[in-house]
């Protein structure tokens, strides 16, 4: 039983893991109108307003119109039919069957095994996640830095990605990356090395271990780690699956980035970290190595601190982790989440105000940011920082 | 004529350029006490005061009881029996001749080649500067970027330091430098090959070029710029020297810092530079260069911009030079700015007075000189403000 016959069963059956994998069919990682339907609808109740919209368009905005401006409404219904074009694609148990055939398993935001981190995506989530190797997904993600960066890398890049990598997982930090050439590759090459497994994030299908000269490196990454997609198997890594996979990979407590160019694809997992308000950390290079460049630009735009070693990428991780400070009986989780509180202006504050305020160095004050918005006590809109009051203290 | 007997009739004579020249041998550069007595006296009225308080403390003491608090006083007096132990080497006329006879000039601040620049560093500005060079002290200073580093430099280092440095000549900005073997030296032979000459502080006498070793490279720096120092003729280049002539390296529109390791020397630069309120640029450099890490560290702390070209340490000492005026055609941002600076007064004008003089409103004038000020036209010291003379304009 396939296709559309499939779908409906699905949807009258109101099973939402078997309705994640039929979405994780239907639309890409990248369909922000699927996320939103399916995050505001449920992912059953979802598939069932698409087969009703395949046969009554009018009546399916009509049901949508209390719950969005138009502007969100005409989209989804116009996505809707390109929905419709892969209905008769959706096959749940096939999907687990050529799962269980490659030795890979589902894990959905229904599952215990789903990471915590990947919450902060909201509507962006993935909706199944496909999952090869014996580390368990969610215990590495949710302590995990990203390490990225070009694939184009030089001696030296491969060789600070390597000793930040070995570093985080020496500390117990799972490091996150996407398992390319250059930067990533030595990254998990190192993590392999060390006590903590890495996290490989594939833009394709787990059974395709991208790119294929990384089969033996990725094959040994699923031991202890793990190798992660949102795509189905069999499905191909695609450009734009290669832009969608990277928000997974910035969910990461930390992004750091050891080289990239100025134009360089790691630069978009940088933007999905910050659009997370992840800190992002990079590493700098000889001015004279374009390899750097994109790290440099980060740097002198404030948009990532400066780091030289894994300790200091840990400063900005830390206090996301169950590393962070037990608390000091006044609500803060640190001396340093106080005095950045206590710094931010009423009408909102940089990071750089916030540091000279707090009399911290900019890294702490990062840290003690992401601390203070764990704890729901600040929040940044566009790089401006701004209490939000809540009943406690 | 030399001694306490000189001393006596420099002081009985009232010429503060020659109490100056006193001065720069009673007291060395780092000397506070003497700089607070100094500003605070005047230099001849100083040089008065300590040839009484030889002969009666008390009184010297109750003299100076009403200018500041008790534990200021108590310095200058307990200071007074350090200087007084050089009073027999007060000897104006000798220190002329000798800098005479190697070809070169005294500029106190009471001449017209004195580098506005200077009058930052307030009572810690020198009391002499010994100038050799065919170039204008005064124009190179007023209009320059200091480029420090570690003698210990690499070869990326140097190739760096040269690279800003000839890009700062190209575009009309003099390097000012220590002469200092690595990244002084690669500064100012970069500069040579520039139109805009260079600076060369020596933390000795200038008749002697330190290190020997660039006796040429100092020599050909004389050639349109010039070898300065604030310690007489003669006088050996001291370790506390050294730090002492790094405020006036520190002086510059910017600091940038190419190489430096984290207890470098080059720091020592960078704090009078931000003690003065002067941006900082760091270069960045490999993470696994050791010669780099007071570099990063810098950047990291939010007390450097990380910068990779010349164009982007001018983006930081722009506003101080006349790049910065956009200008109405006569090189003023606004009538009022023309009114506010032609109504400051030559010794200095409060906001008020130049209110008056300018027929302007107190918040118009507070605007106008804010202007004059990021057009590097104008500088408030203690509420007072001066004109900033350049030849343009």
Known sequence: MTGRSAAVDVALSGDDRQALIAWSVLAEGYDEAAAWLVDELGASAALAWLIDAAKDPVAATVRLA??????T???????????????????????????????????????????????????????????????DLCLLMDRAVAVVGSRAATAYGEHVAADIAGGLSDAGWCVVSGGAYGIDAAAHRAALTGPTPSVAVMAGGVDRLYPAG???????????????????????????RFLARNRLIAAAAATCVVEAATRSGALNTVNHALALARPVAAVPGPVTSVASGGCHRLIRDGLAVLVTQAREVLELAGPIGPDADEGSGDGFGSAAERAAFDAIARRGSRVEDVARGAGLAIAETFAALMGLELAGKARATDGVWRRRETTQN
Do not use: C, F, N
Request: glycine share 8%.
């Open 66 to 71: 209390p719950l969005a401006p138009p502007k």
């Open 73 to 135: 409404i005409d989209k989804a219904v116009a996505a809707a039919e390109r929905w419709l074009r892969r209905l008769g694609e959706v096959d749940p148990a096939g999907e687990m069957a050529r799962a269980h055939a490659v030795g890979a398993r589902l894990v959905t935001r229904l599952d215990a095994e789903w990471p915590t981190v990947l919450d902060d995506l909201e509507s962006r989530a993935p909706y199944a996640l496909w999952v090869r190797g014996d580390g």
């Open 214 to 240: 990384h089969h033996d490196l990725l094959t040994q990454v699923m031991d202890g780690g793990v190798v992660v997609s949102e795509v189905p198997i069999g499905y191909a890594p695609h450009r734009s």
